[in-house]
């Protein structure tokens, strides 16, 4: 049987996971409708890239909204 630590554990993985599906929602939706404001995508990206170590398919998508926008690519935006 799972220990407690065990289960935690997975809880917490899969909290993160939600974190990060939440968030990729929100640069979608702000990077679509709201593309220039660019102060907030920018908070979302750096949170979802660097905190959540998110990625998936939002660096190309990311890569594309800074580029139409005219956006120097951040020192924390790793394309690996």
Do not use: C
Not at 10 to 16: D, G, L
């Amino acid at each position: 049987k799972d220990s407690t630590k065990d289960r935690l554990d997975k809880i917490e993985s899969n909290q993160r996971k939600s974190e990060r599906d939440l968030v990729r929602t929100q640069m979608l939706i702000m990077m679509n409708h709201y593309p220039e404001s660019t102060l907030e995508i920018m908070k979302l990206a750096e949170h979802y890239f660097v905190d959540l170590e998110g990625d998936w398919y939002m660096t190309s998508l990311f890569n594309k909204w800074m580029e139409k926008n005219g956006i120097g690519k951040p020192e924390w935006f790793k394309e690996d």
